[in-house]
């Protein structure tokens, strides 16, 4: 008996002992502190060894010796490392966003050399030249104005180190709601938006919205005056994409749809269906609805004739510039790769593969089915609404959703270019209102269906907190946010395209003269043949227009 | 012909919108979306493309 309690009351000696020092590791452990005398002896290897031996194995290069001091008498600090460690985060989101930036300015080439091989050699330098200038006009638009209407009062961006300098959005009250309709900070990047963070902003922006101008020239290809084309280019990257743009991006009404209405997250696009491809290819259809369509595209009867393009090696290596610059478009989108759950960029990206080729497949399937042939032109078509399409959900859904929403993307567009041609008989030539209009609309409204709610994007999107989830997946309130986005897009957008565009026709003239469009556009309106040593069916228009009044140097032909 | 089709599609716009405010069901404004981008389809398609059609390069 005496044995037995001898034997608990060791056994409760050690279990006591053993908590008590279960407390004091652990206290121990929270009350460790890392504190600059800690740090001040650690050193790297010194200039001598490493001007002695180089460091062909990548040992040392890359040390404490790289690692910023601010006071050289107090030597490394432990706010010294605090301060190298946030500044390499934002080192990496700047590097990752220039770099995205740049391929999706390298798209650019993609768009011309697809809407080149699409349309007639005897006007493909006025095509690439279209596209070449919406660069320099889109640009110099977006600097002077419409950065700051797009993001001037975006409010603070973690990634990019903050951006407090954009702060200042024009606000009305209306119904007791406050709604965001355009930003006034960032003219000409002037004053306090000389920023660096800001700076990285503008060009990931800019380029986006070189990609909105460039869509409309394939859509009036073939039959578009020059000078109405700079015009119109000037006023939508000046005015009406960054409008749209700052609704949905920088902190305007359709963004705060939810904080507003308890609409999900309030109106979401991760990279841009919406702002960036449904605007271009509604723009596209005003233009194309005011120019009217290209001799030779309809019969007396209304009955459509197919046009070929003059290169297809351009048109698929195009496209595939097209799906690479892509990879820097919605990837891109996180505005980093560091913080704020940016390692999704993994997801994104794969989510762009999956949709751009299930669409290019379907696409292909569709036309082989129809018409007997697996149709080149549409296949690449195909893969680019895919990518159009998964855009603005690419941020937000899973792999299986993207490959659901390119599949039937790759269908709308099929659908599309026949609904054009053959119903409101609008002129198309290279598929760009089915393209970018269609699938860009389709892409906004995937949103609303497929979002999962996994991502976690910093903790919140468009300040409502958690993740977005679409109806699928439990949230009506999102596909509202979204159809409204649909909504504007196609009551505002287009109204605000067709008024400007009209404006434009008023005044310059949007359409060419009927003669200059069976010469082909490259000598009445650009002066110099794009292939000058071919020998072009459209000759004998040429010689034809030399004594008409449509621009063009008589010498030249 | 094309002002009313650009008011056509405004209107649409505005019946979307004014689901936000009439109700609180989401139901109901996912049918007031629906009908707003009918009447601007409407709008663009029946109204303004409708009078450029009548005057289109290939009726002459």
Not at chain 1, 308 to 330: E, K, Q, R, S, Y
Not at chain 1, 480 to 497: D, M
Not at chain 1, 498 to 515: E, S
Not at chain 2, 10 to 15: D, E, F, R, V
Request: a neutral charge; proline letters at 3%; one cysteine or more.
């Amino acid at each position: 008996m005496r044995s037995r309690k001898l034997k608990a009351s060791l056994l409760l000696v050690l279990l006591g002992f053993s908590t008590f020092m279960c407390f004091a590791t652990l206290a121990n452990a929270e009350g460790l502190t890392l504190n600059d005398s800690d740090i001040i002896s650690v050193s790297g290897p010194s200039k001598e060894e490493t001007a002695a031996k180089g460091d062909a194995g990548a040992e040392f290069t890359g040390n404490v010796n790289d690692v910023t001091i601010a006071d050289a008498n107090k030597g490394l600090t432990v706010a010294d490392l605090a301060n190298q460690v946030g500044q390499n985060k934002i080192a990496i989101n700047f590097v990752w966003t220039l770099i995205c930036g740049f391929m999706v300015m390298f798209m650019q080439p993609g768009f011309a050399l697809v809407e080149t091989g699409l349309i007639r050699a005897k006007n493909a330098n006025h095509t690439m030249m279209m596209n070449f200038m919406v660069y320099g006009l889109g640009l110099f638009a977006y600097y002077v104005c419409g950065f700051a209407i797009q993001m001037g009062g975006c409010g603070p961006v973690a990634n990019l180190g903050g951006l407090y300098p954009l702060n200042s959005e024009y606000v009305v009250n209306l119904f007791g709601k406050p709604w965001g309709l355009f930003g006034m900070k960032g003219f000409f990047l002037a004053g306090s938006s000389y920023d660096v963070g800001v700076l990285v902003m503008f060009l990931f922006q800019m380029v986006f919205m070189d990609t909105t101008t460039t869509i409309v020239t394939g859509s009036c290809a073939e039959r578009w005056k020059f000078s109405a084309f700079c015009v119109s280019t000037i006023g939508l990257g000046a005015i009406i994409y960054p409008l749209f743009g700052n609704w949905a991006w920088g902190c305007g009404w359709l963004s705060q749809l939810g904080v507003n209405f308890g609409l999900g997250h309030g109106y979401c696009d991760f990279a841009g269906s919406g702002v960036v491809h449904a605007v271009g290819g509604l723009t596209a259809l005003a233009c194309a609805m005011i120019l009217g369509p290209r001799i030779g595209k309809f019969n007396r009867n209304g009955t459509p004739n197919a046009i070929p393009g003059h290169d297809l090696v351009l048109v698929m290596l195009g496209c595939f510039i097209l799906a690479f610059g892509w990879f820097g478009f919605n990837p891109g989108s996180t505005l980093g790769a560091s913080g704020n759950g940016a390692l999704r960029i993994g997801s994104v990206a794969v989510n762009t593969m999956l949709a751009g080729c299930t669409a290019s497949f379907s696409a292909l399937l569709y036309m082989w089915m129809r018409y007997g042939k697996p149709d080149a032109s549409m296949a690449v078509n195909g893969l680019l609404a895919g990518l159009v399409a998964i855009t603005a959900p690419s941020g937000f859904v899973n792999p299986f959703a993207a490959v659901v929403i390119g599949w039937m993307a790759g269908i709308f567009v099929c659908l599309a270019v026949e609904f054009f041609d053959r119903v409101p008989k609008i002129d198309d030539p290279v598929g760009a209102i089915s393209v970018h209009g269609v699938n860009g609309i389709w892409g906004v409204i995937a949103v609303g269906l497929f979002a999962d709610g996994r991502s976690n994007y910093g903790g919140s999107w468009n300040s409502v907190a958690g993740g977005v989830k679409g109806l699928f997946y439990g949230d009506a309130g999102q596909l509202v946010a979204q159809l409204v986005g649909v909504a504007t897009l196609l009551g505002v957008v287009f109204t605000l395209s067709f008024l400007w565009n009209w404006l434009v026709d008023v005044v310059v003239g949007q359409r060419c003269h009927p003669k200059a469009e069976l010469a082909g556009l490259d000598i009445p309106e650009m002066g110099a043949l794009c292939y000058p040593d071919f020998q072009l069916k459209t000759q004998e228009y040429a010689a034809s227009t030399q004594s008409s009044n449509v621009g063009a140097p008589a010498s030249k032909f | 012909m094309r002002i009313i089709g650009v008011l056509v599609i405004l209107g649409g716009w505005a019946i979307a919108v004014s689901g936000l405010f009439l109700t609180s069901s989401n139901s109901i404004r996912i049918l007031f979306c629906l009908g707003g981008i009918s009447v601007s389809l409407f709008g663009i398609f029946g109204v303004l493309n409708q009078y450029y059609l009548a005057r289109a390069i290939w009726k002459k």
